[in-house]
């Protein structure tokens, strides 16, 4: 799928994944406000809180883990704080992909804005690519198959 338009505060794609319509969305606000996204999309399609998959980056998982969840707290990330409040419901299956938390003295928001080595870079893509598959087989097969297949640790450590 291609972003084609923007709508809802967001860049949408559009396409067919195993049979179904589904709608892509990058929010395009702060991340501490992606519920105003969510909540305009909501309200203009009709959808249910199950109907939305959350992908989004986690400090608190290390760096190339992925994790699905069917639903739960938004574990003090912001964000999802707003998407919580948005469709007045915790409810929403979501794929957390792990960033990690910064070594040493450096601050989060400085960890944040800083490059990333080549190394880190893969690392991230790999788990961005899971992320998607995930997405792919909660779609396919359902949320546990996906929570059964992309929850254990990555092969790289040693699965």
């Known amino acids: 799928m291609r972003f084609s338009r923007r709508e ?34 909501r309200r203009a399609l009709g959808l249910d809180p199950e109907q939305f998959i959350v992908v989004y980056d986690d400090l608190d998982l290390a760096v190339g883990r992925v994790r699905v969840r069917e639903g739960g707290s938004a574990g003090g990330h912001h964000g999802v704080e707003s998407i919580i409040e948005a469709l007045g419901s915790k409810a929403f299956p979501r794929v957390r992909i792990g960033i990690g938390r910064p070594a040493g003295k450096s601050g989060t ?21 899971r992320g998607a598959d995930a997405v792919q087989t909660m779609l396919a097969e359902g949320v546990l198959a996906a929570m059964n297949r992309f929850n254990g640790k990555p092969k790289a450590e040693g699965r």
């Open 109 to 129: 928001v400085d960890y944040l804005l800083d490059a990333m080595t080549s190394e880190e870079a893969e690392t991230l893509a790999d788990s961005v690519a």
């Open 8 to 41: 809802y505060k967001s860049q949408v794609a559009e396409g067919r994944m195993d049979g179904r319509d589904v709608l892509l969305m990058k929010p395009q606000t702060y991340m501490n406000l992606s519920g105003e996204a969510v909540g305009r999309s």
